[in-house]
């Protein structure tokens, strides 16, 4: 297949940057602009393997802003509501901080059934192996 | 990156401060992943539905393989 290029839509969103291809309908999410990028070339690839999408236009790709002035609807545009950004497709690389900062340390403080860390996990894993099926 | 065992991330969950400062001054800004039968362990180890909806929350943060 010859490679065809498509529109990458990125934003910076709560701390990352969300990607989307129009054409493709395709989203990623990413720490960086890069990784954002490399995410949705990479789901895109995954979800057009095999596919050929017909030639289409570039999109044209603008701002505009609301409210203050009353907007002409004749010149809005349904690229807007590409800017959607849906559940992310691929989890953003979970780091030491980035754990540290997610509110999830310390969660299991108050487990006061759990005594020695290693047992308690030991117990997990031989549950899980043992168990039956319901 | 690092993968990490169930009695790591238990001890993270549980705040115990030797996993945190491990957090902090060891991995930084390494990324960490979390194997498939991790969560399924962490999952059987969940008192109940909130603890559970915890867990899963924690998963969805994570690369799990």
């Known amino acids: ?134 | 990156m690092r993968v990490i065992d169930s009695d790591v991330i238990i001890d993270i969950l549980r705040g115990y401060p030797p996993a945190v400062a491990w957090l902090a001054q060891t991995i930084g800004k390494e990324e960490l992943k979390l194997p498939g039968f991790v969560v399924l362990e962490l999952i059987a180890g969940c008192k109940d539905k909130q603890a559970v909806r915890q867990v899963l929350k924690l998963a969805r943060r994570f690369s799990i393989y």
């Open chain 1, 1 to 134: 297949m010859s490679a065809q290029t498509y529109t990458a839509i990125i934003q910076r969103q709560n701390g990352h940057y969300a990607a989307e291809c129009p054409e493709a309908g395709t989203n990623s999410v990413g720490a960086t602009v890069e990784i954002a990028l490399a995410n949705l070339k990479a789901v895109t690839e995954r979800d057009l393997s095999g596919v050929h999408l017909l030639a289409v236009d570039a999109p044209l790709v603008t701002t505009f802003a609301i409210g203050g002035i009353a907007a002409d609807y004749d010149q809005i545009t349904t690229q807007s509501e590409t800017l959607a950004v849906e559940e992310q497709m691929l989890p953003i690389p979970m780091t030491g901080e980035a754990l540290l900062s997610s509110g999830l340390v310390g969660i299991w403080a108050d487990r006061t059934d759990i005594g020695d860390t290693l047992e308690f996990a030991r117990e997990l894993r031989q549950r899980a192996q043992t168990r039956e099926h319901e």
